[in-house]
T-cell receptor, first 114, second 114 residues
């Protein structure tokens, strides 16, 4: 069975600095998708970025980028120029290309220090 | 125009009662999901329907019964509510059979059982 592990329950970063959230996963499949979701206090789940496993190039969305290491089964999220609005729970998630369900990690709570 | 909507957003009820949560999506997606987020923020899938057919049924007490009257709606009915059912329940939808595997989440329903 697939698993997703986020080893950092909480992190803090100074406003305007860069922070990296870690995520590792375990799977025997070769075709899958990885996601980072953000959940602010409003509790709405917002997709931040996604990565297709067959793509070698790391995904980037404005200030958010990932470091996808397929062999190491690692999928970290880098947030550049952190803003107060980035404060939230961040969930790493996995989905098999042939399946329907998303498997979530336990989340990392990110605090932004003004 | 809310893509995935849930009603109610908050639900407080007593043990032993029966309650329902409704979900509707206007994205034209063919697959819908129910997730449960517990007090520790852990998100786990409960059910998934594709074109009104149940395709995922995780280990969930049979007091929980999903119902999909059409592919735009997926309701969750809970019988004989227990204290441990207190959680946030998220509905989500996606379009299967494409490379766009993003799941779009509703705003969540916070259920409190007293």
């Amino acid at each position: 069975a697939q698993t997703v592990t986020q080893s950092q329950p909480e992190m803090s970063v100074q406003e305007a600095e860069t922070v990296t959230l870690s995520c590792t996963y375990d799977t025997s499949e070769s075709d899958y998708y990885l996601f980072w979701y953000k959940q602010p206090p409003s509790r709405q789940m917002i997709l931040v970025i996604r990565q297709e496993a067959y793509k070698q190039q790391n995904a980037t969305e404005n200030r958010f980028s990932v470091n996808f290491q397929k062999a190491a089964k690692s999928f970290s999220l880098k947030i550049s120029d952190s803003q107060l609005g980035d404060a939230a729970m961040y969930f790493c998630a996995y989905r098999s290309a042939g399946g329907n369900k998303i498997i979530f990690g336990k989340g990392t709570r990110l605090h932004i220090l003004p | 125009d809310t893509a995935v909507s849930q009603t109610p957003k908050y639900l407080v009820t007593q043990m032993g009662n029966d309650k329902s949560i409704k979900c509707e999506q206007n994205l034209g997606h063919d697959t819908m999901y129910w997730y449960k987020q517990d007090s520790k923020k852990f998100l786990k899938i409960m059910f998934s329907y594709n074109n009104k057919e149940l395709i995922i049924n995780e280990t969930v007490p049979n007091r929980f019964s999903p119902k999909s009257p059409d592919k735009a709606h997926l309701n969750l009915h809970i019988n004989s509510l227990e204290l441990g059912d207190s959680a946030v329940y998220f509905c989500a939808s996606s379009q299967e059979g494409t490379r766009d595997y993003e799941q779009y989440f509703g705003p969540g329903t916070r259920l409190t059982v007293t």
